[in-house]
């Protein structure tokens, strides 16, 4: 017997653009009020012309995705925004169905997709447990024996007789993640809903995940954050404009996502001055391809200085410049400490780091290029030679996630 419990054959989704925003779901009272309305705009003006339709336009969210997922897979699924993850997901949990294709899936399938997902406002925590158990073909001792898991693990037990419709974004998430975790679905399937929840749910929601995945069920996980990807998953599915651009083992997926983030021009150029002294090349030498750096590894910046005059002690230095445009770190070289561009023509600097120890992150460089100090400043360039610093495949207790800090350093400890 085969143990593939997800196979989806070219798989493509199409939407009507300006007929239809979004999908969603619709109840009895949505339709009862829509014939109300458009009865009673016959009755009060019955010679009214009818609104023109809108111009349409198609769009495939998903086009010819095919793969297959195994027993106990933990997948990741990862792009850019618009690639088509959410609507994959969708399909996969039939919440919206194929333009064309096919998909199989076998065994129960939870999901937790957006904040609400499965739960009903009206009824209780205590009420849409039991309800979503349900929904999972679950028996009612079956979901007992998981209730007080469910809630110790949302922490929600005060609030656990009250409607939902009443909790907030959080304790929505923690409930709904608590239920699609712990009823024991084949397939669980998550996307970046859980960004809602605090630093800590989100470690403990990664860690029940990656539980899961060892009991032998599989794990669907989409998220933007290539740390908890890395920790969590051991293959991915990458997905790019509709289509499969790659599938394959978790690391080298995350670096053609990063690289596929960097179509800017990754290095620096410009046309020789016959006038004055002019940086004209800034390249960065990165571990990975496509200006991707791991952190603690090997980065080298290249300079190519043009000069057609004599310079009185020339002046180099450059920044890296965080996402918030801050300075987080700041580097140069003279000509009093080295001899530097003495003389005219073409000179190459380059600056070793050998561990680079920058935190996680998108930097650009800040370049600053001047006569001795107090004297004439040249250039600066800004915003150039964009690069990602990634500490994935770093496994540690702690999460990585973003903007904790500028930079880690090695250190020694001592336990007395």
């Given at each position: ?37 458009s ?8 010679f ?6 809108p ?21 990741g699924i ?16 039939r919440?919206?169905?194929?333009t ?32 979503n ?5 679950m ?13 110790a ?25 608590a ?8 397939i ?11 630093m ?33 998953t ?10 499969c651009?790659?599938?394959g ?13 960097y ?17 004209t090349q ?43 445009q801050?300075?987080v770190?700041?580097l ?24 680079i120890r ?33 500490m994935?495949g ?13 930079y ?6 001592n336990?007395?």
């Open positions: 017997m085969s143990d593939t419990v997800i196979r989806v054959e070219n798989l493509s989704k199409k939407y009507i653009l300006g007929q239809q925003k979004q999908e969603r779901y619709t109840a009895l009272r949505d339709v009862l009020a829509n014939t109300a309305k009865v009673s705009r016959q009755v009060l003006n019955p009214a012309k009818k609104a023109p339709l111009e349409t336009e198609e769009f495939w969210a998903l086009k010819d995705v095919s793969f297959e997922i195994k027993q106990g897979d933990r997948v990862i792009g850019r925004n618009g690639a088509g993850k959410s609507t994959l997901l969708k399909v996969l949990s919440i919206t169905g194929p064309t294709g096919r998909i199989s899936i076998k065994g129960r399938v939870a999901s937790l997709l957006e904040v609400g997902t499965g739960f009903h406002p009206e009824l209780t925590g205590r009420e849409n447990i039991y309800l158990g349900s929904i999972l073909g028996e009612k001792v079956e979901i007992r024996k998981k209730f007080d898991e469910i809630v693990f949302a922490e929600v037990e005060k609030f656990l007789d009250t409607p939902v419709k009443r909790y907030s974004s959080g304790m929505y998430v923690r409930l709904a993640f239920v699609a975790a712990h009823l024991e679905p084949d669980l399937i998550v996307d970046e809903v859980l960004a809602v929840g605090d800590q749910f989100q470690q403990k929601c990664l860690g029940k995940m990656e539980e899961v995945g060892k009991q032998g069920r599989t794990v669907l996980f989409v998220s933007h954050n290539m740390q908890a990807i890395s920790t969590l051991q293959r991915c599915i990458m997905l790019s404009k509709g289509k651009f790659y599938q083992l978790t690391e080298a997926a995350i670096t053609e996502y990063i690289r596929e983030g179509k800017k021009q990754l290095v620096y150029t410009d046309i020789p001055s016959d006038f004055e002294p002019k940086v800034v390249k960065l030498n990165t571990s990975k391809p496509n200006n991707v750096q791991i952190n603690g590894e090997l980065m080298e910046i290249h300079f190519e200085i043009s000069t057609p005059i004599l310079i009185d002690g020339a002046c180099l230095s450059f920044q890296f410049i965080n996402s918030f801050q300075s770190l700041y140069w070289s003279f000509d009093s400490e080295r001899p530097m561009c003495r003389g005219t023509g073409v000179f190459h600097l380059i600056c070793i780091i050998p561990k920058l935190y996680m992150g998108e930097y650009t460089l800040r370049v600053d290029f001047a006569e001795r100090v107090g004297k004439k400043h040249f250039q600066t360039i800004e915003n150039i030679c964009p690069f990602e610093l990634t994935y770093k496994h540690i207790e702690y999460e990585w996630q973003p903007n904790i800090c500028t880690i350093e090695e250190c020694e400890w336990i007395l």
